[in-house]
């Protein structure tokens, strides 16, 4: 395409008919090509899998193909595609404009995707090819300004800088911070399975901070998830740190965001783990 850079193979990819995309692939498409927003068919087809809930219908035609998106992806990586290609920018059609998912995707890799999915298959398949596992996304403008002055302690971090790892994304990152409960789709009872696989495996780094300032701990108990914390805390996370906002992880499980309910349990249990709770409920 002369407007985006949008190549047929792309297309293929990301509206789901990877049957197509695979027999391109046989005819010779390239799939390192990327469009002027930095997508890939590799991230493409990930993407496509994963599709977020939307307020208009995602295309379904996946969901009739002969050949899966692991296939896909396992084909357009033997065929030299770059397995660590990042975004430009979102893709308007990952959400069609109406984004709910509460984090930007710009310098996003496929291994960045996956980790978002809580898609174990696709992270080790990835890896396996040389996939850089701690990409983080980068930081770009946002109507979110921090405190001033900034309670994080945390260094500022520059437009272009990192923004969120790997590991903060399959920790559940946009939950306390919109409503990604009702967008996000990902791997069922992923959570805790693909921090373990990050920090156990992968080596990530389990005390990383997002360029919000918040931690993995913050990103659970936005969920509610009480397992994962405990998780987290046994190795060794902080559950005091505060985020740019001034958040606390109480804080993010105490209705952080009009009609998401406080998450009581989890409320308790970061205050045993003295944590501080703001008493900062927009829903309650």
Not at 53 to 72: F, N
Not at 76 to 87: K, P, Q, S, T
């Amino acid at each position: 395409s002369a407007a985006d850079g949008t190549s047929a193979l792309l297309i293929a990819s990301i509206t789901g008919h990877f049957d197509l995309a695979l027999r391109l692939l046989e005819w010779g498409a390239d799939p390192t090509l990327a469009s002027d927003a930095g997508a890939t068919p590799l991230y493409g087809a990930l993407n496509m899998h994963w599709a977020p809930k939307a307020r208009h219908p995602q295309p379904t035609d996946y969901l009739q193909q002969s050949t899966s998106y692991v296939e896909l992806m396992q084909a357009l990586i033997d065929a030299g595609a770059d397995v660590n290609a990042r975004l430009k920018r979102s893709l308007w059609y990952t959400t069609y404009n109406r984004d709910l998912l509460g984090v930007d995707r710009a310098g996003a890799t496929p291994f960045w995707r996956a980790a978002h999915a809580l898609d174990l298959d696709a992270m080790r398949l990835l890896l396996a090819h040389g996939a850089d596992p701690h990409l983080p996304t980068i930081k770009v403008p946002s109507r979110r300004r921090p405190l001033d002055p900034d309670p994080s302690g945390l260094p500022a971090v520059p437009y272009g800088g990192p923004g969120v790892p790997p590991l903060l994304a399959a920790s559940g990152v946009g939950y306390g911070q919109g409503f990604a409960g009702n967008s996000h789709r990902h791997a069922p009872d992923g959570w805790l399975p693909a921090v373990r696989f990050l920090v156990e495996e992968v080596g990530a780094d389990v005390h990383a901070r997002d360029h919000n300032g918040y931690n993995a701990v913050h990103h659970a108990a936005a969920r509610g998830d009480n397992g994962l914390i405990r998780y987290l805390v046994a190795r060794g996370v902080d559950v005091t740190q505060v985020s740019r906002m001034g958040q606390t992880t109480v804080d993010m499980a105490n209705g952080p965001v009009q009609r998401i309910q406080p998450f009581r349990d989890t409320i308790a249990l970061l205050e045993s783990l003295g944590a501080v709770n703001n008493h900062r409920c927009l829903s309650c």
